[in-house]
């Protein structure tokens, strides 16, 4: 089965200590601890609380559907791709997909082409709330390689939610393939610091037109793919692959 790696590295430190939101974040973490400490939970609370749902604007979901499939055409080999889901309070509500190196195996992202997404996450005024990929035409799923980047992101944003009168944090990650096949996970850390990273179902939301895209927004999410993905035809000390 086609694996990938994706390196992110501490480039979602640095492009989240830049963004306005976090800094509010930031700013409210410095003055008490990042988690709510009054409201101890038990375990078997935390594995009940811990969330099961992702929440999509069907317009963001079918932007993930349509970069699943135009990487592949316009390239004519079965790239995957990778996105940051960003959103407002919990729901995704666009992908941002940053310039990134692809191989059959691989995709590799560097903190500065992260940061390059800065001016349209300040623009849009949203926050990272996980991340998408797709599996070209394979089937939708979480490969270790997947599992490890969902704690990466979790680890490197800071999105909260409060639970039961306890402040958790959050992140998602969904993968999706040509078919139009999701598999979502999000991951929830407790004030405990243990995390649950449950299969989700997807809560869409609704979206103008159904969220399907117009002609214009599918043209312009394919120049965007045109520019930001660089096919690395061999192997590269670059890349690191890892199959399963
Ligand atoms: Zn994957």
Known sequence: MKNKEVAVGDSLESLFSLTPSNCKEIDAMNKKPPFDQIIALTEEQEERLALRQIHISSRALHKMFFMAKEVIRLFNEPLEVYALAVGNSEVIEDILIPRQMCSHTSIHINAKDLLSLMPEIQKQDVNVLGWTHSHANFSVFF??????????????????????????????????????????????????????????????????????????????????????????????????????
């Open 143 to 244: 490969s270790g390689t997947d599992t490890q980047n969902q704690k990466t992101i979790l680890a490197e944003t800071s999105n909260f939610r409060t639970l039961n009168g306890s402040r958790v944090k959050f992140c998602y990650g969904l993968t999706v393939n040509i078919h139009q096949d999701v598999f979502g996970m999000v991951s929830t850390q407790f004030s405990s610091g243990k995390i649950y990273s449950n299969q989700a179902t997807l809560e869409i939301h609704s979206s103008p037109n159904d969220g399907v895209l117009s002609d214009f927004e599918e043209a312009a999410l394919s120049q965007i793919l045109r520019d930001h993905i660089h096919i690395l035809k061999s192997s590269s000390q670059d890349f690191k692959s890892e199959h399963c």
